[in-house]
């Protein structure tokens, strides 16, 4: 049974769509994350919730907008996309805030933009 | 702000070499230390992880030693295998901002039989 999972995993689209990627995690964690991967592989924190709560917004374009529907669900939503939206983008979950628990990574989605 | 510089790659080296990955940070505070692999296709598994000062994090044959006097977190193996070939990622991270993980640049690794 997969921890945390992502759909699509791959997602090719036009400049100017809107998007959205799916985040599931059957851990019972209370946070989860989304970052961002660029072509050289740099990774970088986007946005983290805890219980459905929005803990971190980093420099974000106001383009992309998390949303939390309960705490085992983090979605992304990207509007008007733009070719340096390509990337991998990886969704991870860890047990709460509390303490520095390990976090767990989905399997990436690879958002291609043409 | 927090920062993880590691050192280039791509690493090539040969089946049972000795693997050193070097990894310092910049943060103030008392940061939490990881070792993330990310295998070809993959998401990111963490390795290992150190809390506190001259703490060990092991596994797998990987260890790293987390120096506050050197802020430094290096990985190494003994003798590396085929198998781990794989993009090495070090990595920070602190309760107060959001327990968020600051990763370094990632090192490739490639390991010839």
């Known amino acids: 049974d997969t921890a945390v999972s992502q759909t699509p995993k791959y997602l090719v689209t036009q400049m100017g769509n809107d998007k959205s990627i799916k985040c599931e995690q059957n851990?019972?964690?209370?946070?989860m994350y989304w970052y961002k991967q660029d072509s050289k592989k740099f990774l970088k924190i986007m946005f983290s919730?805890?219980?459905?709560?929005?803990?971190i917004n980093e420099t974000v374009p106001n383009r992309f907008s998390p949303k939390s529907p309960d705490k085992a669900h983090l979605n992304l939503h990207i509007n008007s996309l733009e070719l340096g939206d390509s990337a991998v983008y990886f969704c991870?979950?860890?047990?709460?805030?509390?303490?520095?628990?390990?976090?767990?990574f989905g399997p990436g989605t690879r958002l291609t933009v043409t | 702000g927090d920062s993880v510089t590691q050192m280039e790659g791509p690493v090539t080296l040969s089946e049972e070499a000795f693997l050193t990955i070097n990894c310092t940070y910049t943060?103030?505070?008392?940061?939490?230390l990881f070792w993330y692999v990310q295998y070809p296709g993959e998401g990111l598994q963490l390795l290992l992880k150190?809390?506190?000062?001259?703490d060990k994090g092991s596994n797998k044959g990987f260890e790293a030693t987390y120096r506050k006097e050197t802020t430094s977190f290096h990985l190494e193996k003994g003798s590396v295998q085929v198998s781990d070939s794989a993009v090495y990622f070090c990595?920070?991270?602190?309760?107060?901002?959001?327990?968020?993980?600051?990763f370094g640049a990632g090192t490739i690794l490639r390991v010839k039989s």
């Open positions: 990595a920070l991270s602190r309760m107060e901002y959001g327990n968020k993980l600051v």
């Open positions: 150190a809390t506190k000062a001259d």
């Open positions: 991870a979950s860890s047990a709460d805030l509390a303490v520095v628990y390990e976090q767990y």
């Open positions: 919730y805890n219980n459905k709560e929005l803990i």
């Open positions: 943060a103030t505070g008392y940061p939490s």
């Open positions: 851990l019972g964690h209370d946070t």
